[in-house]
């Protein structure tokens, strides 16, 4: 019965998936999951901005680290330059 209410109830991506409607555990938490996301949501929070974020800083973290590459790299070329010479 309780299933029947899900799908007369609930929106398509609110619905728990068929393989745990007899996992009272795994129904807790797919309806935890679906509460934190309305909370986010009506706190403001967009998991499509965050993921955009997260990717931006990833970006300028590659980025940084390739900066930093370069500067070790030139900078041992730079003393092996130096050493070469004597």
């Given at each position: ?5 899900w799908?007369?109830n609930?929106?398509?991506?609110e619905?728990?998936?068929k393989k745990?409607?007899?996992d009272?555990?795994?129904i807790?938490?797919h309806?935890?999951?679906?509460r934190?996301?309305k ?16 990717d ?9 680290t390739?900066k930093?590459?370069?500067e ?15």
């Amino acid at each position: 019965m309780m299933i029947l209410s899900w799908f007369e109830n609930l929106p398509k991506d609110e619905q728990p998936p068929k393989k745990i409607w007899h996992d009272d555990r795994a129904i807790e938490r797919h309806f935890a999951k679906i509460r934190g996301k309305k909370e986010r949501s009506s706190a403001g929070y967009d998991e499509a901005e965050e993921r955009s974020l997260k990717d931006a800083q990833q970006g300028r973290d590659v980025t940084l680290t390739n900066k930093l590459v370069d500067e070790l790299l030139s900078a041992q070329t730079s003393v092996n330059d130096d050493f070469s010479e004597i």
